[in-house]
């Protein structure tokens, strides 16, 4: 399995509090995915990165920011929660490159709540 | 714009093959991507081909790429129990950022 953690795994915040999960990874991978699950949705990109301070925006990134000041961690940040951004966030990571097909790995989830 | 629809539900008894089929929208995608994620689990990945090729085998695992139809299945012989989860197909598009656009994923439920 990559090396991929996220933290915490579980969270409940309340309307308005700020929030920070984090993904940490062991591989050493250039590219560093946020994304939310939610039901009849898939997963829909929220932001991603391609390397240390280089970020850019995904299809749903109203009201999240990122940071990524290592290459081994990137931050997702809701600054004022909202009941919307309930949601199973997943983090996941990859490695540029046409010999092994630009797969994404993906950590455990955290699963926010926001009341 | 890019979009990636698969079929809700399937239900197979164990021992039987599983078809899990996927249509995409856009014609640049370069290569497509099968996930397997199990209750509470992240997303696994299980196989992907390349635009360019027809077919893929792995152990149980065949995939079949119609580009002229842009339809994507994953066939799953032999299905166990241990199969029963939630299938996800994937697209990318060509350029540098490595983004995937994923389907909304279809259950496979596995009668013993």
């Known amino acids: 399995d990559a090396g991929i953690t996220q933290s915490p795994r579980h969270k409940v915040t309340e309307t308005g509090t700020p929030v920070t999960l984090r993904c940490h990874q062991t591989?050493?991978?250039?590219?560093m995915y946020w994304y939310r699950q939610d039901p009849g949705h898939g997963l829909r990109l929220i932001h991603y990165?391609?390397?240390?301070?280089?970020?850019d925006k995904g299809e749903v990134s109203d009201g999240y920011s990122v940071s990524r000041s290592k290459t081994e961690d990137f931050l997702l940040t809701l600054e004022s929660a909202t009941s919307s951004q309930t949601s199973v966030y997943f983090c996941?990571?990859?490695?540029?490159?046409?010999?092994?097909?630009?797969?994404?790995?993906f950590g455990p989830g955290t699963r926010l709540t926001v009341t | 714009g890019e979009d990636v629809e698969q079929s809700l539900f399937l239900s197979v008894r164990e021992g039987d093959s599983s078809v899990i089929n996927c249509t995409y929208t856009d014609s640049s995608s370069t290569y497509l991507y099968w996930y397997k994620q199990e209750p509470g689990a992240g997303l696994q990945l299980l196989t992907y081909?390349?635009?360019?090729?027809d077919m893929k085998q792995d152990q149980r695992l065949t995939v079949l790429l119609n580009k002229k139809d842009k339809h994507l299945s994953l066939r799953i012989a032999d299905t166990q129990t241990g199969d029963s989860a939630i299938y996800f197909c994937a697209e990318r598009s060509g350029g540098a950022t490595n983004k995937l656009i994923f389907g909304t994923g279809t259950l496979l439920a596995v009668q013993p």
């Open positions: 591989e050493n991978h250039r590219y």
């Open positions: 996941a990571i990859s490695e540029s490159g046409r010999i092994r097909g630009y797969e994404q790995y």
């Open positions: 081909i390349f635009s360019n090729m």
């Open positions: 990165s391609y390397g240390v301070k280089d970020t």
